[in-house]
């Protein structure tokens, strides 16, 4: 797998769905931000009493488990893109808290914020795979601190919808660049990054991911859909 540790990255923070506890016992936040060590920070409002009652200054340090799903808002079945396992200590973040964040994971009202730390990290990712197989990987806690989040990432799934409602037949037209596509065959963009964009083939019964690289590698969402305009004009 390219990057394990910068797709685990993003999709930890992008992904709108977040689950934290331990075991079976765990909630979804309603908020969640990482901070530019990878470790996430919460309201422990949200946090099951049995878990927020442990995480105190001075108090040792519980390990909870956290699960980041990254889920395409595509109108398709298989929306779960990727899902992020982590397992880290959590304490209480001590200092100041600035207004954005605050009121980002509604924390306003003076409830104190939880860290988790990730001491163990995995990846399992269900695109561009052999087989249509999901593929797993344990990212060193290292790697995903040091790794940095794609430029796309949070933006280039909304550009994936778009693409996939409004110009189904530009998306066939790259992948056939790559793959010989029969009458009958299916083409649905499901991922962007800096590198290119993957689109999603059916066809004779399978399921295949071809990737069509942009010219060069981009930075960000304008200079993406610039890549692509070039690619289709040439």
């Known amino acids: 797998m390219i990057d394990a540790d910068r797709r685990a990255k993003t999709v930890m923070a992008t992904s709108t769905h977040v689950e934290l506890g331990v075991l079976d016992h765990r ?4 908020r969640h931000a990482l901070e530019r060590s990878g470790a996430v ?4 409002g949200e946090v099951p009493p049995r878990c927020a009652l442990r995480v105190a200054p001075g108090a040792d340090l519980p390990v909870l488990d956290l699960v980041a799903v990254d889920v395409s808002c595509a109108h398709r079945a298989d ?3 990727g899902i992020v396992r982590m397992t880290g200590t959590v304490d209480v973040h001590l200092g100041p808290i600035r207004d954005d964040l605050a009121e980002h994971l509604a924390v306003s009202d003076g409830t ?9 990290v995995s990846l399992e990712w269900r695109i561009e795979t052999t087989d249509g197989r999901p593929t797993y990987q344990v990212v060193e806690p290292q ?13 280039e799934d909304r550009w994936m919808a778009h693409l996939d409602e409004g110009h ?3 998306v066939r037209a790259l992948a056939s660049r790559h793959l010989p596509l029969g009458p009958d065959a299916r083409a649905r963009p499901v991922l962007a990054d800096t ?3 993957v689109v ?9 991911d071809v990737r069509v690289p942009f010219p060069h590698v981009v930075g960000c969402g304008c200079k993406a859909v610039q890549a692509l305009s070039a690619l289709l004009h040439t």
């Open 168 to 170: 189904r037949e530009l």
């Open 27 to 30: 909630v979804l936040l309603r």
């Open 41 to 44: 920070l919460f309201s422990l």
């Open 112 to 120: 104190p914020v939880g860290r988790l730390t990730p001491s163990r």
């Open 79 to 81: 929306r779960v893109r």
């Open 195 to 197: 590198r290119g964009v």
């Open 143 to 155: 790697d995903y601190v040091a790794a940095r989040i794609d430029p796309l990432g949070g933006w």
């Open 200 to 208: 999603r083939v059916e066809q004779d019964g399978r399921v295949q």
